[in-house]
């Protein structure tokens, strides 16, 4: 299978920012409208696409340059294309009222937007140069930031939610529940939380001023941008001797927080284990089956088949089987390498998937720089369980169903992560 790397999209993401702005879904660019419009637009729609390794995925692989891309099925040429370009531009300069705030870039940018929206497909995208930056940098599991999560209330105010450990922002004294004010001295009442996120973050040791609301005063705190990673994996001990790890991504970094999880559990005379997943959108499909190998026998993992027929397996030794009791919490909003994961684990029947049926996205991305600070991302194949089962559309169904019910009474209480405990508890007494 030709390919740089590949990457398995995220389907959806958290209310919450780790300072990294969500990869927007289509291109717009910046500039001024320049004198060749319709020229441009050809060279950038019929040109060659160049393929050079790109930040995140599986591996890099040594590739061919693609040829320019064939427009229309119906025989429509490049020279028509052009033409009927030209028209649409001239008659925009003749009739448009508003013709001296047109942006040239933005025009070509949203051009190719279009061009990859036409397909239909939800997970082929073009990404214009900064929302490049921004789809590898959150993908990596590493930034350059202060190292808060921020949200947006529906008022617009934005406040700390959680400032991680040793962070520029906790040694800057920043605190949970601080209202953002100012960055730099610029007020940013009224702006969206993915503009604050980019005032915020910079270069690393470059310093950031942050003016906050804390018990009614305003409070000015320095705090000098660092490489940050993002916290993916949380865990800790339940009752009964009962590990518990969640896992909200699959980036680069989860690996290794993976793992210290469960030694750590391990060290504790762990007896089993949960793995949430819930609410979990993808990721890497280096890092989900990374992982796998620290639990499955030794089997396929997964594989992963073109638009050729072309199939390509990964697999587990098996040296690192977990044997003891398991339980995986999934619902509608675990996908991608989520459910090659809990998919994966309910094949071999390694553990037991609880909760509700998974988004069923069974489709994978490959991510092609096109040698400008854009890429393309495009779907490039389809992926099968271990035994061979397809979840595309269709999802992964929970061993245990059980609906998440809100108590109001007790807003900290979790019916399916209680259920994961009663059936590992049960699985123990046998």
Do not use: H, W
């Amino acid at each position: 299978m030709d390919e740089n790397r590949r990457d398995l999209d995220r389907t959806d993401t958290d209310s919450m920012e780790d300072l990294r702005p969500d990869p927007p879904v289509s291109g717009r660019g910046a500039g001024k409208r320049g004198s060749r419009f319709g020229a441009g637009v050809l060279a950038g729609v019929t040109g060659t696409v160049v393929l050079f390794a790109a930040v995140l995925g599986i591996r890099s692989f040594l590739t061919e340059t693609i040829p320019g891309i064939g427009l229309g099925s119906s025989g429509t040429s490049a020279g028509s294309v052009e033409e009927k370009l030209d028209v649409i531009d001239n008659l925009i300069e003749e009739y448009y009222l508003y013709e001296d705030e047109i942006d040239g870039d933005a025009l070509v940018e949203g051009l190719y937007s279009g061009y990859t929206e036409a397909l239909g497909d939800p997970y082929t995208e073009y990404y214009d140069e900064e929302e490049t930056q921004a789809l590898f940098e959150s993908t990596s599991g590493e930034f350059s930031g202060i190292g808060v999560t921020m949200s947006q209330g529906t008022d617009g105010t934005i406040t700390v939610t959680n400032i991680y450990e040793d962070s520029p922002a906790d040694k800057a004294g920043m605190q949970v529940d601080d209202i953002l004010l100012e960055v730099d001295g610029r007020d940013i009442q009224g702006e969206d939380l993915n503009t604050v996120v980019s005032y915020v973050k910079g270069e690393r040791g470059t310093e950031v001023t942050l003016t906050v609301l804390r018990d009614g005063d305003e409070v000015d705190l320095a705090a000098v941008r660092d490489t940050i990673e993002v916290q993916t994996v949380e865990y800790r001990m339940l009752d009964g001797q009962l590990g518990y790890i969640s896992v909200s991504e699959f980036d680069d970094v989860t690996y290794d927080q993976f793992k210290t999880a469960l030694d750590d559990l391990e060290a504790q005379d762990m007896q089993g284990l949960i793995i949430d997943l819930r609410n979990n959108p993808g990721g890497n499909v280096d890092t989900v089956t990374d992982m796998l190998k620290l639990l499955l026998p030794e089997g396929p993992i997964i594989s992963i088949k073109d638009k050729n027929g072309n199939t390509e397996e990964m697999t587990c030794d098996g040296e690192n089987e977990f044997t003891k009791p398991l339980a995986v919490l999934v619902n509608g909003y675990s996908a991608s390498a989520s459910e090659i994961f809990s998919g994966a684990v309910q094949d071999y029947g390694t553990g037991t998937i609880v909760g509700t049926t998974t988004y069923g996205k069974g489709v994978v991305q490959q991510l092609i720089s096109l040698g400008d600070g854009t890429c393309l991302k495009v779907t490039i194949a389809e992926y099968y369980t271990p035994s061979g089962r397809s979840i595309n559309g269709t999802g992964v169904t929970p061993d245990v169903e059980v609906e998440y019910e809100y108590d109001e009474k007790n807003p900290e209480a979790d019916n399916q992560l209680d259920k994961a405990v009663e059936v590992l508890n049960e699985q123990l007494k046998q």
